[in-house]
Each structure stands twice: as structure tokens, then as C-alpha cells.
């Protein structure tokens, strides 16, 4: 059975007078301040036509492997024909990975609330089996227990309340649905983190200004990555929006983790 989406017309993104933000935005945004949604809502839509490139550019192709990862997570062949959640899908490459794992016959619904990076995705999966949803992770337009499982890679960090959002994923999976988190992370040796921090500090949001064309999207990176919780605090957050049995892992030395819950 269908769980009854409504993938009504889609948020539009806040309008401003701006093309692009300072990079005063960019850490108020990081630190979550008010402007947070609004901000990011339009740096996505933004940089969405490059977006796919300079992600897997700038990660030296690595998120391919970190993505596959957490859909083994996700542990979806316990229900291989179940309606699954990508959140903060942008340009659904997640939700295109998960439908084209062998044996899987599910629906994905692949929401953002940037309408230009779900458009950017068209194509990667076929609708009826994809179906891409322009939609707020604060308030998903989704009946409460009917999903077998949600998977949110890169896009918990830039959720203006992670609290809320968390709450919210929890109300529309079944019981026993399980909740994974791909983000990056700080990786906790002193050596890598040196490295770490100049590719992710210097390198990267020069490559990405050039790339994009977007003052600050890619300084917004870095800097909400610093502001994220530990691996230990996200983990507990997710117990106190009612995850059971949650558990994490690093990955890469920690540039990214992969955290897991279970739905009471
Ligand atoms: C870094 S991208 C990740 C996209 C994709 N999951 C991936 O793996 O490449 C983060 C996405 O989260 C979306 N996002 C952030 N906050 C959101 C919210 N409150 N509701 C819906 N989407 C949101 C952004 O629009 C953006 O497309």
C-alpha cells in the first residue's frame, strides 16, 4: 500500500535580494542561528547545478563508498518491497543507490525542501519508484508508522532544529523501522585532524567557490561541521527523540559517522 504522500507544490525558496551570502550568513547558519532555513534553503537551491560535481570531486569520490555503506545500515532487505524516506535527499542520490540495489523492489521518497536539487536528481530513478517530494524535515507531508525505514546522508547537520528533526523521522516510521545517519564528523587523532582541517578549512571552499560560483556555500561547510555534536551527543539525542538501540560508527578515520536507531 501507498503511504499517502503529498507531494503538493513545493516550497519556494525564500526570496532575497542577494544572489549569494556573506560569509557572515554562512556562520550564523552554521551556528544555527535564526536564519538558518532561510539560508540554507537557498544556498542548495543555488548550487544545485553543480552540485553532484563538486561533491564527488571534493571527496575524492569518497561519499560513493560512504553512501553504500549506510544503505547497508539501513538494513532494508528486512523488508526488500517497503516505502523507505531519503530525507534531505537533494539531488537523490541515496534513494537512486537504494533502488538500484539487487533485490530491492521498494519505494523510495527522496524530500528536500530545495526544489532545484530534487530537480537536478530527475533522472537518476524512475518516479514511480522515486519519488521526489519538495518538502520541510520539520514537518514531512507523511501519515505517522508507515515507513520501513529513513536515511538522511549530509543533510541532518543543515536541519535548522535537529532536535525536531529527529522527532519528526521517528513519527513516521513503523515500529522497529530503522533511522540511519550518514554526517561528517571530526576525526578524533590529532594527525588526521591537521589534515583534515586544512583540506576542509582552506582547500575545499576555494575549490568550491571557483567551482560553484557561490560565495559561501562551501565556507558554510566547514563551519557547520564544527558545530555539529559529537558522535557520542548525537547518538544520545537520537534516544531522546525516542531512538532505541542506537549505535554509531566512524568512518575514514572519522571524517564522517554513521549513526543507527530503531523506532519504538
Ligand atoms: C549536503 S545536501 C545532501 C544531499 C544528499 N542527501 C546527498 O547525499 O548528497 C543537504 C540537503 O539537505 C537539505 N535540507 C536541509 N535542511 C532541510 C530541511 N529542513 N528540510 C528539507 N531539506 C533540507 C538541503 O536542501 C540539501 O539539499
Known amino acids: ?46 548550487i544545485a547545478p553543480r552540485y553532484d560535481l563538486l561533491n564527488h570531486v571534493l571527496s575524492l569520490n569518497i561519499d560513493r563508498a560512504w553512501r553504500r555503506k549506510a544503505l547497508r545500515a539501513l538494513a532494508w532487505d528486512r523488508a526488500p518491497k517497503g516505502f523507505y524516506l531519503d530525507l534531505c535527499a537533494g539531488t537523490l542520490d541515496v534513494g537512486a543507490m537504494l533502488i538500484k540495489q539487487s533485490g530491492f523492489e521498494g519505494r523510495v521518497i527522496g524530500a528536500d525542501f530545495a526544489v532545484p536539487m530534487l530537480q537536478h536528481g530527475a533522472g537518476k530513478a524512475p518516479t514511480d519508484r522515486l519519488t521526489p517530494v519538495g518538502a520541510d524535515a520539520l514537518a514531512l507531508p507523511i501519515a505517522d508508522r508507515v515507513l520501513d525505514g529513513a536515511i538522511v546522508a549530509f543533510g541532518i547537520r543543515n536541519v535548522a532544529d535537529l532536535d525536531a528533526g529527529l522527532r519528526e523521522v521517528r513519527r513516521v516510521l513503523k515500529p522497529g523501522a530503522r533511522f540511519v545517519i550518514l554526517e561528517f564528523s571530526t576525526p578524533p587523532s590529532p594527525l588526521v585532524r591537521a ?9 575545499l ?10 560565495g559561501s556555500a562551501y565556507t558554510y561547510l566547514p563551519m557547520s561541521v564544527s558545530h555539529f555534536p559529537t558522535e557520542q551527543s548525537l547518538a544520545d539525542r537520537m534516544l531522546t527523540a525516542g531512538f532505541r538501540d542506537v549505535s554509531w560508527q566512524r568512518v575514514s578515520f572519522g571524517i564522517a559517522a554513521i549513526h543507527v536507531g530503531i523506532a519504538p
Open 1 to 46: 500500500m501507498v503511504p499517502p504522500v503529498v507531494s503538493g507544490p513545493p516550497a519556494a525558496p525564500e526570496q532575497s535580494a542577494r544572489t549569494s551570502d556573506s560569509s557572515r550568513d554562512a556562520a550564523a547558519a552554521a551556528a544555527a542561528g535564526d536564519g538558518k532555513r532561510a539560508y540554507v534553503q537557498r544556498m542548495f537551491s543555488e
Open 195 to 203: 589534515g583534515y582541517h586544512a583540506y576542509f578549512h582552506h582547500v
Open 205 to 214: 571552499p576555494a575549490v568550491g567557490r571557483l567551482v560553484s560560483g557561490h
